[in-house]
């Protein structure tokens, strides 16, 4: 089983690796004066093709990463939310015998004043 951890990264590495296939990809095609309207369009036609193919993929990518970290997110919540509860039972735990404490050192300090 892959941990969120490992998740997240394989996505992000994703992302950026689609991320430099649309740089790759460069600025839309000019139209070449030489050719004809059509042969032009067909150009640029298939430009548009695969930047959108790229970004669909992107955006693809980017749903399943924020849904990944949503989900580790969610995860920190519930943890912080139990670390929460075991101080508060620590610290009812701890106060009594804390109470305890101190009143036999203050009579102690008392009886070491009276002599």
């Known amino acids: 089983m892959i941990g969120s951890g490992e998740i997240i990264y394989e996505l992000r590495v994703k992302i950026q690796q ?13 139209d070449m004066p030489e050719l004809i ?6 150009r640029s ?7 959108n193919e790229k970004k ?11 849904d990944a970290l949503e989900e580790l997110l969610s995860s920190v919540f ?14 009812t735990l701890i106060s009594p015998s804390v109470k305890k404490q ?14």
């Open 45 to 51: 036609n298939e430009y548009l093709s695969k930047t």
């Open 18 to 30: 689609i991320q430099f296939d649309l740089n790759q990809l460069g600025a839309p095609i000019s």
């Open 102 to 115: 101190s009143k036999k050192i203050s009579k102690t300090k008392s009886k070491t004043i009276k002599k």
């Open 78 to 91: 519930d943890i912080q939310h139990d670390l929460k509860e075991i101080l508060k039972e620590q610290s």
């Open 37 to 42: 309207v059509s042969a032009n369009l067909l």
């Open 56 to 66: 669909t993929e992107l955006l693809s990518y980017y749903l399943q990463y924020t």
